[in-house]
């Protein structure tokens, strides 16, 4: 099956610096990557997702880079502000027509932005 | 648009009870997704389903776990004879067309605390 690593599992910045999150997915089907944000005690809320005829997505602050060749993806925030403090997941599945119809997700990257 | 909604949000059992978790997909979706999370852990697949079928069920324990999805009412997520081991929190999520054709929203999680 889909097997997914996350790096790094901690990470501060100052605020107003960019903070990046790598994950790389073993199965080369796999063709839909999407990251989440849980807030302590909170539900995974969805921030951003990329498939895998996209190589970069960006959405304000937020961007998503996929290099399938390699077979990782990459979470950038820029500009960064306390409330980005928490938990990041990254996930990766092989889609609806895929035979692994769900989600595996990385370990998780938790996020501490420093004011 | 009311989101997944979970019940109970906390679950304490003694070793040996049974525990049911509720989970009532957003308004629409008929794609429902279990996930296990330990403490400071990422999100674990435990199971798929459909309307009154089980799709994947390769995450969840063969013994003690079981998930149905009735064509009337919630899915539900059960239990029996917990142990120790099976304190964690239970989120359940959804999706309209399942996962990579539309995104998947989580509920708030159900915490189960065994004693």
């Known amino acids: 099956g889909e097997n997914v690593e996350q790096h790094p599992s901690t990470l501060s910045v100052q605020e107003g610096d960019s903070a990046v999150i790598k994950c790389t997915y073993s199965d080369s089907a796999s063709n839909y990557f999407p990251w989440y944000k849980q807030e302590l005690g909170k539900r995974p809320q969805l921030i951003i997702d990329?498939?895998?005829?996209?190589g970069e997505k960006k959405d304000q602050r937020i961007a998503v880079t996929l290099n399938k060749t390699a077979k990782h993806f990459s979470l950038h925030i820029t500009e960064t502000q306390p409330e980005d403090s928490a938990v990041y997941f990254c996930?990766?599945?092989?889609?609806?027509?895929?035979?692994?119809?769900?989600?595996?997700f990385g370990s998780g990257t938790q996020l501490t932005v420093l004011p | 648009n009311a989101g997944v909604m979970q019940n109970p949000r906390h679950l304490v059992r003694r070793r040996g009870q049974e525990a049911r978790l509720r989970c009532s997909p957003m308004?629409?979706?008929?794609?429902v997704y279990w996930y296990r999370q330990l403490p400071e852990e990422g999100l674990k697949f435990m199971v798929y389903l459909q309307k009154e079928n089980i799709i994947d069920e390769s995450g969840m324990p063969k013994e003690r776990f079981s998930a149905e999805f009735p064509k009337e009412g919630p899915s539900i997520l059960r239990i029996q004879q917990v142990v120790r081991g099976d304190s964690a929190a239970y989120f359940c999520?959804?999706?309209?067309?399942?996962?990579?054709?539309?995104?998947?929203?989580f509920g708030n999680g159900t915490r189960l605390t065994v004693t």
């Open positions: 996930a990766a599945s092989l889609g609806a027509s895929g035979s692994a119809r769900q989600l595996t």
């Open positions: 308004k629409g979706h008929s794609h």
């Open positions: 999520a959804s999706s309209l067309n399942g996962v990579g054709d539309s995104p998947l929203h």
């Open positions: 990329i498939r895998s005829n996209v």
